[in-house]
């Protein structure tokens, strides 16, 4: 680790700069020094939709000045990483997760049920723009891009009649009062990792790699590895129509003791919203990749590459 404050990389949004702070507000408490430093993504400078300007676009710079020691640590949106390694760094810390919930910002208060046919929905994301469709609301659905005011904006200015985003983005921004409904993962699966944050470092940065890992939460590193696993073994993209949540749950086993579980559920939706195919499993924490690489297996036994290409 070199000599000064660790240097933190970060996107230049208001989102992005919200979530580094709290990690180095979080070191900073725990007796660390610790600076933000901006830098401007690809992602940043285009306004094409991800999945036409490539899967981790935001995340490339930031890994680029890690690598050359620009910067000491980044701090990802975890759903926006690539779900292959990447050589020479680890994620060192997954903080505790903020909530995973798809959240609907709608002009009037209005909730999804009370859209009327031919109403004006954005997003980013072919998984909403799938999982919408499949609920057959007779919905508009045009493609949004943009930081979180640029987005919210759409609504305000009349331009859209609502937008689908992240809840937790919202609520790290101070803006979750506006959203008009929140989504049970039965209505729409989030994306797999939503509402956690990655901290990575480089590997032989021994020294960093221990202090960053006082701030690692097990149970939400547990549930984004049960969730990202889904998303490897499908061997889909982060802006694959692919949704995933897991959660550590508590149960009985045979001796009636109480044991923590890990319950995932994902699954795959066509583009038109024509098919989707949907699937759980239960089991122990420990094995969370294992169960989200089981449950991606079922998936495709039931057809899921398929319904994927039919995007």
């Known amino acids: 680790m070199t000599a000064g404050p660790i240097r933190i990389g970060t996107r230049g949004s208001l989102l992005a700069r919200t ?62 990483l690539p779900t292959a390694p990447e050589d020479g760094l680890t994620i060192a810390a997954v903080p505790p997760r903020a909530d995973t919930r798809d959240a609907l910002v709608a002009a009037g208060g209005r909730v999804l049920g009370e859209l009327p046919p031919g109403s004006t929905v954005g997003t980013s994301a072919p998984r909403r723009v799938a999982q919408l469709n499949a609920l057959g609301l007779g919905l508009e659905i045009r493609p ?34 506006e959203v008009t409904e929140a989504f049970d993962p039965v209505v729409l699966l989030p994306a797999p990792a939503q509402g956690a944050l990655a901290v990575e470092c480089r590997s032989d940065d021994a020294e960093l790699v221990s202090i960053l890992a006082e701030l690692d939460d097990a149970p939400s590193r547990a549930t ?39 319950s995932l559920r994902a699954g795959v939706a066509a583009l038109d919203g024509s098919d989707e195919i949907r699937a759980s499993v239960v089991g122990p924490v420990a094995r969370a990749a294992e169960l989200g690489r089981e449950l991606a297996a079922e998936l495709l036994d039931r057809g899921a590459a398929e319904v994927m290409r039919d995007r």
């Open 19 to 80: 979530q580094s702070g709290d990690v180095r507000e979080a070191l900073v408490a725990a007796g660390h020094d610790a600076e933000l430093v901006i830098i401007t993504t690809a992602g940043d400078l285009s306004a094409e939709p991800v999945e036409k300007i490539g899967v981790g676009v935001f995340t490339t710079a930031i890994r680029t000045a890690l690598h050359a020691g620009e910067i000491d640590v980044a701090v990802h949106s975890y759903k926006d």
């Open 144 to 177: 949004l891009r943009g930081n979180l005011d640029t987005r919210l904006g759409k609504v305000s200015g009349g331009e859209l009649d609502a937008v689908v985003v992240a809840r937790a983005g919202l609520v790290r921004i101070g803006r979750e009062d």
């Open 224 to 262: 984004v590895d049960a969730e990202r696993s889904v998303l490897a073994a499908l061997e889909a993209g982060c802006t694959a129509p692919v949704g995933a949540i897991a959660e550590v749950v508590e149960s009985l086993d045979d001796d009636g003791r109480v044991v923590l579980e890990l």
